[in-house]
């Protein structure tokens, strides 16, 4: 088998486009899948030598994520809006965080990834390059479902960016799975606000693990938008979350449980984001 | 009671040095030239006949060596724990779940063989599988094995249910059921086989009971036992579960080696060990209790239905265990329990840490608190009034009198019941105390004969070797045998070995199952240093010139018991025996009393002794989404004599996160006969941040049948940890749940009618 | 491939395909067997080794990964004659090891934890540990073990020796 290093985009892209190629970025959901098929893959192009790749920059146009920045240092970050390290420090184990990429995590596109409703609630932008050229895509139309999205097999991503907007305001995450450590979300959320003398300027929401995909929560922000954030706002935008949302029964939870966890869930985080005693 | 120097102290894990140091050598770190690896193919479907299995792609494949099917196998091709042996190694026809092995490969790697198992062309046809125990009890019911889907049915009589219930002026009924649990040992099974070149075959195997294993892998490939070696390698966890398990693999592993003439290691992954191994059974429990208005319980009716899945395993045990206990540890007149297990097409059940208790005493302990309500009686108050004490009648008419100290874990529980007991619920979080109380046999009791043997060595040098065919598994029996023999023969801790099993140099013990190690093993190990020691005094005497009663033997030294100084070091005592002739080893036998037991009624002596044990939980139930925090668990027991503080307080947290598990998170789950959930990704394994913040309580009320008056302790807390959560969140959320586990997502269902 | 790495100290080289999983470079390559096979997916933590500082699972790691990296795995804690490792040393004391098989893994998981928090919170413990599972002792011998080792670890420090296996303890 073949393992090639790049340590230039345009060398990655290169060998991607000769074809045959498995993109190698922390590579912990990948061995696992791996395992499971038994197969040997042809070619591993690790993209994590390419020095661009990890790390955090502020640029024009917002935050500047390296897909290859490790979820563990996404966890440990304060320049990046709380919600994205909360979701961070939420995946897995330590050992996991170590190695697992942030790129990968959203690459994987598994709808309980704790990253991706973050990305999602900050309408992060995705920056896809292959070698007919480079594209970004909005983190919500990124996803198309389970371990599926827009991406093309010789097609990487190559930045994250946070706008400038969503550096602002506050932001937070929470999920709950079926034990306390290395867990994956029977229901994850994450919520950005933006407060202006108590009243909700601007809000966005997505939940994670109530549909094949990452969803924003449309009906929750339209119904909180301009509105005093009190406790009973909070308790009234409850009702609107189970409109955003449409999970599933499955061997993480039913889909009652996962109605009543959204809710819990998105009660905290709204709290949570608005600086409000919480639970 | 006599003074100890060793026997009641925190002694650090004998065996430790070699695994904090990652140096022992567990199965997977033996490596043989020539090394093979097998992979089993497993059925995919809960029922269903092979029609063909073809393997000629398989064998195609670079580094595959072999494809073993039942046909290829040497002997009757049958495993299992009682005859009529009703499990094959590999079937030949039938296929009685989805797990189930149809084929093993052999190849020079582990992966290649699982790749070759992708092209064995396998041809079943389905049957329509049988998956409730209401669809196996059926009339019309398809049989899964010829005698029918009843694998084993009991009844116990004590006394006349009706009267009792005529006498009670309260009767109350509750149908309770509990879900199947994984061992989940961080070691998944493994065995290695080895053709030793001299006409035998060696077995290194991570297992709980190698002479059982012996027996069975030379039966299934036709050999004399006396040619098959099994050595209990280091053993990462069993639990109950390195049995049928570890004889299977065994037989797989020395079937593939004698026939190619290399070694042959078959390591599970994880999901072959969720999926293809024994579990805990599913039960569906209903009880009957009858009570005086004074709260003294005149009757209990249990009815007991074990779900064992595809084979009888430990089946027929666990029936005779969860009978036996279904009545708790109370002192009842009028008893009647019909105990009952049944095949379905789902993954075999078998022994587990408890083997039967935990399901009915969940079961028991939620009917207590019930009746107690009904009666308006404190919970422990209840208890106590219907607790066993010496001289009591157990269910089966035994009398103890002596070491019942039932009671005694009650009172020690009662001052955290006070202090927890009155807390408001707030807002969001509701608070509840439970207690539940467990009484567990101890050693094999009516399963058979109960016999240990172990042997004593004492070198020249005064160091000494200890053999017993009990196996270490991690719960620290290298440990209490070192400390009996030293403690016997004055010497420290660390002069004492005690080696692995090796069914070469150690006598068969019998299988290291029941909280019997401590108890049983540890007296014949006592026995065979007493006897090593009559030597040594003997010895001493005469170089003191002085009589035999005038020595002791402490801390390495002879030592006059009119002048401590007066002292020869025990090297010199030792090898002055040798040369004059006293025998420095001995091979001793601990047999427990027999059971006298009839087996119509199941009236009679049954265990040597039982734990008694009463636990403690006070919960936080967050009402929006079930989470439950444990506040407070204080475990109680009375073990007779702590011989170790340190390694049984660590027997006791086990088994209670084991047993809060159960009660909380795991299970097994199904869907058309198929594990859904076979990883520790979605198997709710508890991680460190789930742990339960156990406090121990010993109670000592020491048995004559127990070295220094010690009782087991490995199994009862799994029970009554389970039983005390259900309890405790029962009180919080002001509902009685009849299942477990009682998961987040149960808690807020009942909660969500309510809000 | 061709792969240079420093392995407990040493530099290592190793020719392997790169998809080789690090726990087999480990255990059938270079045959240091104390990094053990729990579930090989990651949940577990018996297979943890420390990479250029940090845990990481090595049944999840791909060979290729090593190029150039720092590995320590059980095998370099204990390699000293100087005796165990104040970890091991209380793991011992504290009764925090029953069967053994996930051992190596938490002592790795601590000691990662330690190097860069040499006073951790309860929290920060558990976090640490939250991916190395155990089935036998319930946990709460292997806080105490991980409390009192990094007691050992500053007392050490502040009588200005290095700790026990010459490994020394990084700070910060």
């Known amino acids: 088998m073949e393992y090639v290093q790049p340590d230039t985009l345009e060398a990655a892209v290169s060998r991607l486009g000769r074809g045959g190629c498995t993109i190698l970025s922390g590579g912990t959901d990948l061995a696992v899948v791996n395992r499971a098929s038994g197969l040997k893959p042809e070619c591993f192009v690790d993209i994590c030598r390419i020095s661009q790749f990890s790390g955090m920059e502020l640029g024009e146009e917002g935050l500047h994520i390296g897909p290859c920045t490790t979820i563990a240092e996404l966890a440990a970050s304060a320049e990046i809006p709380h919600c994205l390290s909360q979701g961070a420090s939420a995946i897995g184990s330590p050992q996991i965080r170590n190695a697992a990429t942030v790129g990968g995590n959203i690459c994987n596109a598994s709808p309980c990834g704790d990253t991706l409703s973050p990305m999602v609630a900050l309408s992060a932008s995705f920056v896809l390059v292959s070698p007919r050229g480079s594209r970004a895509v909005d983190a919500e139309t990124f996803f198309l479902g389970p371990k599926k999205t827009v991406l093309a097999d010789d097609e990487l991503l190559t930045d994250i960016i946070i706008g400038r907007e969503f550096l602002k305001g506050t932001s937070a995450f929470k999920m709950l799975g079926k034990r306390k450590g290395q867990v994956i979300s029977q229901v994850n959320a994450a919520v950005w606000l933006l407060l202006e003398d108590g009243v909700v300027a601007k809000v966005q929401a997505a939940f994670g693990s109530v549909a094949p995909v990452p969803l924003r929560a449309r009906q929750t922000e339209a119904f909180l938008t301009g509105k005093e954030l009190d406790a009973g706002t909070i308790h009234e935008s409850l009702a609107y979350v189970k409109q955003d949302i449409r999970p599933i029964s499955d061997i993480r939870a039913s889909e009652a449980y996962r109605y009543r966890l959204a809710e819990s869930i998105f009660h905290d985080v709204l709290k949570q984001a608005a600086g409000l005693a919480c639970c | ?755 | 491939m061709v792969i240079h790495f420093t392995c407990n100290g040493k530099p290592v080289t190793v020719d392997v395909d790169g998809d080789m999983r690090v726990l087999d470079v480990l255990r059938d390559v270079l045959d240091l067997t104390g990094t053990k096979e729990g579930c090989g997916e990651g949940e577990c933590g018996a297979c943890t080794i420390i990479l250029n500082g940090k845990t990481v699972n090595s049944c999840l790691l791909y060979a290729g990964k090593l190029q150039g990296a720092v590995v320590e795995t059980i095998e370099g804690l204990s390699g000293d004659s100087a005796g165990l490792h104040p970890i091991q040393e209380s793991f011992l004391e504290e009764g925090a090891v029953q069967c053994g098989f996930c051992t190596p893994g938490m002592v790795l998981s601590t000691k990662a934890l330690l190097d860069r928090h040499p006073d951790p919170s309860i929290k920060e413990i558990e976090t640490a540990l939250s991916g190395n599972f155990c089935r036998c002792t319930g946990y709460g011998k292997i806080m105490k073990a991980v409390v009192s080792s990094a007691e050992k670890l500053r007392d050490s420090r502040e009588d200005g020796h290095q700790s026990g296996t010459g490994l020394g303890v990084k700070r910060g």
């Not at chain 2, 199965?27 to 029609?51: N, Q």
């Not at chain 2, 009703?86 to 009685?96: A, N, S, T, Y």
């Not at chain 2, 005694?408 to 608070?431: C, F, I, M, W």
């Open chain 2, 1 to 755: 009671m006599a003074e100890h120097t060793i026997i009641g102290k925190s002694v650090r894990k004998v065996d430790g040095i070699e695994l904090v140091t990652g140096k022992a050598k567990f199965t997977a770190d033996m490596k043989f030239p020539g090394m093979l690896y097998g992979y089993e193919l497993r059925a995919g479907v809960p029922a269903g006949i092979i029609e063909s299995i073809d393997a000629s792609e398989a064998l195609k494949e670079p580094g595959v060596h072999m494809v073993l099917t039942a046909k290829d196998l040497l002997g009757p091709n049958l495993i299992g724990v009682l005859p009529p042996f009703d499990q094959p190694v590999l079937p030949d026809r039938e296929i009685r779940y989805a797990g189930e092995s149809i084929a093993l490969v052999v190849a020079d790697t582990r992966e290649g063989a699982k790749r070759a198992c992708r092209n064995i062309k396998a041809v079943i046809t389905p049957i329509e599988p049988i998956l409730t125990m209401e669809q196996a009890l059926a009339e019309d019911a398809r049989k899964i094995h010829p005698q029918g889907n009843v694998t084993f049915s009991r009844t116990l009589t004590k006394g006349n249910v009706e009267q009792g219930f005529a006498e009670a002026d309260v009767v109350i009924e509750g149908s309770y059921t509990t879900t199947f649990q994984d061992h989940c040992y961080i070691e998944p099974e493994i065995a290695c086989a080895v053709p030793s070149g001299d006409n035998r075959i060696t077995l290194y195997v991570s297992c709980q009971s190698p002479f059982h294993i012996r027996g069975h892998v030379a039966a299934n490939l036709n050999v004399p036992a006396s040619k098959v070696k099994v050595v209990q390698a280091y053993t990462g966890g069993s639990f109950g579960g390195k049995d049928d398990a570890a004889v299977e693999i065994g037989i797989l592993a020395g079937t593939a080696a004698l026939k190619l003439g290399r070694p042959v290691t078959i390591a599970h992954e994880r999901e072959e060990s969720i999926a293809g191994t024994n579990v805990r059974h599913a039960a569906e429990i209903a009880y009957k209790t009858g009570a005086r208005k004074d709260g003294t319980i005149t009757a209990r009716q249990v009815k007991v239905l074990l779900d064992g899945g595809a084979y009888a395993s430990e089946s027929p045990f666990v029936t005779m265990k969860a009978m036996i206990h279904a009545s708790g540890p109370y002192a009842i007149d009028h008893i009647e329990v019909e105990s009952t297990s049944v095949y379905t097409n789902k993954t075999y059940a078998g022994a587990f840490r408890g083997f039967g208790v935990p399901q009915v005493t969940f079961a028991s302990e939620s009917e207590i608190d019930e009746l107690a309500k009904h009666l308006g009686i404190d919970p422990l108050e209840l208890r106590r009034k219907n607790g066993l004490k010496a001289g009591d009648k157990t269910a089966t008419s035994q009398v103890y009198d002596q070491s019942v100290g039932y009671l005694q874990t009650l009172d020690a529980v009662e001052p955290s019941l006070r202090e927890t007991g009155t807390k408001e619920n707030d807002g969001r979080y509701l608070y509840g105390t439970g207690i539940a109380s467990v009484i567990q046999g101890i050693s094999n009791g009516a399963e058979g004969v109960d016999v240990v043997g172990a042997s004593v060595q004492m070198s020249q040098d005064a160091s000494v070797l200890v053999g017993c065919g009990l196996a270490e598994m991690g719960q620290g029996s290298r440990t209490v045998f070192s400390q009996i023999a030293a403690e016997v023969l004055g010497i420290p801790v660390d002069w004492v070995t005690v080696r692995q099993v090796d069914t070469d140099a150690v006598h068969d013990s019998g299988p290291t199952v029941a909280s019997r190690s401590t108890t049983v093993g540890g007296m014949a190990v006592k026995q065979a240093a007493e006897t090593v020691r009559q030597s040594l005094v003997k010895m001493a005497s005469l170089m003191f010139k002085t009589d035999e009663s005038m020595i002791v033997l402490k801390e390495g030294f002879a030592v006059l018991t009119v002048d401590d100084t007066a002292r020869i070091p025990l090297r010199d005592v030792a090898t002055a025996a040798y040369w004059t002739g006293f025998p420095l080893m001995h091979l001793a036998f601990s047999q427990a009393e027999p059971a006298d037991f009839d087996h119509d009624t199941h009236q009679g002596r049954v265990y040597i002794a039982y734990n008694f044990g009463t636990h403690l939980m006070h919960v936080k139930v967050d009402r929006y989404t079930g989470e439950v925090e444990v506040l407070k668990h204080v475990a109680s027991h009375d073990v007779g004599k702590v011989v170790n503080p340190m390694a049984a307080s660590g027997q006791v947290e086990g088994a209670s996160l084991i047993g809060f598990a159960l009660g909380h998170m795991e299970k097994v789950e199904y869907k058309d006969g198929i594990i859904q959930n076979p990883t520790f990704a979605d198997y709710a394994f508890p991680s460190i941040r789930d742990r339960i913040p156990t406090e121990t309580i010993f109670v000592e009320d020491p048995t004559p049948h127990g070295p220094y008056g010690a009782k087991g302790i490995g199994e009862p807390p799994v029970a009554a940890a389970a039983a005390a959560f259900a309890n405790a969140v029962s009180q919080a959320v002001g509902h009685r749940f009849t299942h477990i586990p009682i998961t987040r997502e149960d808690i807020a269902a009942v909660l969500q009618e309510e809000v």
